[in-house]
T-cell receptor, first 112, second 113 residues
Framework: DSGVTQTPKHLITATGQRVTLRCSPR?????VYWYQQSLDQGLQFLIQ???????AKGNILERFSAQQFPDLHSELNLSSLELGDSALYFC???????????FGPGTRLTVL | AQSVTQPDIHITVSEGASLELRCNYS??????LFWYVQSPGQGLQLLLK??????LVQGIKGFEAEFKRSQSSFNLRKPSVHWSDAAEYFC???????????FGAGTQVVVTP
């Protein structure tokens, strides 16, 4: 158990819908990262927050957004979902940008 | 641009045999390197990391990795594999000062009796 929690574990929804994925980092970790894992793209970095502020963006679609709240949990919002958004979404946390990242169990999103 | 290459998509190894997984990176500065393991239906577990210092690093579950700057490699090794080592293994490099990880495509390890 890494100490990073993600909910829900599985999510099945339809095209065009909007979903929210939630992540609670390890106690004491200020940095949260979101990654997407798909068969065709592999593991890709989406976005990073540090202590409530966005710090880096990767290949994140405009339909996707995220935020980190004062209690340091983070949410990833995916809207206007397409079939191609079906993937495993991981959250990771670290003390800061210079330390190793610990990953949550992931949320498996299926868009039908 | 940074990149990570894992040349072997799939490796089959007998239980008790040694295992070596290859990882090559392209990165301008001194890299921060990691190996993660993903068991079926699970998240990624950190096996080991290299930040600086001794180029041979020890990790969990009996794994070790050696950083070779001249070869831009960070290969993962285990002297004797167990059936529970069957999983997918990912090499990663910290891509920038903000810490985002760039992953290789992964190597699937199958362990036969």
């Amino acid at each position: 158990d890494s100490g990073v929690t993600q909910t829900p574990k599985h999510l099945i929804t339809a095209t065009g819908q909007r979903v929210t994925l939630r992540c609670s980092p390890r106690s004491g970790d200020l940095s949260v990262y979101w990654y997407q894992q798909s068969l065709d793209q592999g593991l890709q970095f989406l976005i990073q927050y540090y202590n409530g502020e966005e710090r880096a963006k990767g290949n994140i679609l405009e339909r996707f957004s995220a935020q980190q709240f004062p209690d340091l949990h983070s949410e990833l919002n995916l809207s206007s979902l397409e079939l191609g958004d079906s993937a495993l979404y991981f959250c990771a946390s670290s003390k800061d940008s210079y330390n190793e990242q610990f990953f949550g169990p992931g949320t498996r999103l299926t868009v039908l | 641009a940074q990149s990570v290459t894992q040349p072997d998509i799939h490796i089959t190894v007998s239980e008790g045999a040694s295992l070596e997984l290859r990882c090559n990176y392209s990165y301008g500065a001194t890299p921060y390197l990691f190996w993660y393991v993903q068991s079926p239906g699970q998240g990624l577990q950190l096996l080991l990391k290299y930040f600086s210092g001794d180029t041979l690093v020890q990790g969990i579950k009996g794994f070790e990795a050696e950083f070779k700057r001249s070869q831009s490699s960070f290969n993962l090794r285990k002297p004797s594999v167990h059936w529970s080592d069957a999983a997918e293994y990912f090499c990663a490099v910290r891509g920038d000062s903000w810490g985002k990880l760039q992953f290789g495509a992964g190597t699937q390890v199958v362990v036969t009796p």
